[in-house]
């Protein structure tokens, strides 16, 4: 059996076109939707060196009041409607309850680095992603854990500053459970 004989006799009166044009234009048409369904131009993903330095500076100020402990300063760098994502608990989503889980820890933070591996985003939102590294004693002299891991933070720009709109990190190891064991222990 043929194409043309495959194809269901539809009467041309119905249709108003030859069937003969009907089956050349079937090609023409599927090749005009397969292009219009392929890989588009993306707009610019480019950050300005401005916003750049912002974000760099945001990154900063968390690793500082991270290690003063300053819970309050940090959860300023979030916009209002903001989430921590910490992986064993519920999301913490806005300003009080970010502030209200940071404070539930009584933790001493010895050491803390983020390091950037990759910023991307264009004028109103922007991803971090990176390494983190993090040192904490549940005692001023407890034994120190260590853990280290990835990050990922989403900003987004309000009233023309950036903001944490989510941040979220996975630790690479056993570490992490050592030291939430150590804190619930207490």
Not at 147 to 161: C, E, F, I, K, P
């Amino acid at each position: 059996m043929s194409f043309p004989e495959c194809v269901p006799a539809v009467s041309e009166a119905a249709v108003g076109v030859p069937r003969r044009a009907a089956i050349v234009s079937l090609p023409i048409l599927l090749v005009a939707l397969v292009a219009g369904c392929g890989p588009q131009e993306t707009p610019s993903a480019h950050l300005s060196p401005s916003d750049s330095a912002s974000i760099d500076q945001i990154r900063r100020a968390l690793a500082e009041t991270e290690l003063a402990g300053s819970w309050r300063e940090q959860v300023d760098l979030f916009v209002p409607d903001g989430a921590l994502l910490e992986g064993r608990r519920p999301p913490l989503v806005g300003r009080a309850a970010i502030r209200a889980g940071l404070g539930e820890f009584d933790i001493a933070v010895d050491t803390f680095d983020l390091s950037s591996r990759e910023v991307a985003g264009n004028r109103s939102l922007a991803v971090d992603r990176g390494r983190y590294v993090i040192g904490v004693r549940t005692s001023r002299s407890g034994p120190m854990v260590l853990d280290s891991g990835w990050y990922m933070m989403v900003l987004r720009q309000q009233r023309n500053r950036w903001r944490i709109a989510a941040l979220t990190h996975h630790s690479d190891g056993r570490s992490a459970d050592a030291a939430m064991r150590a804190v619930n222990e207490r």
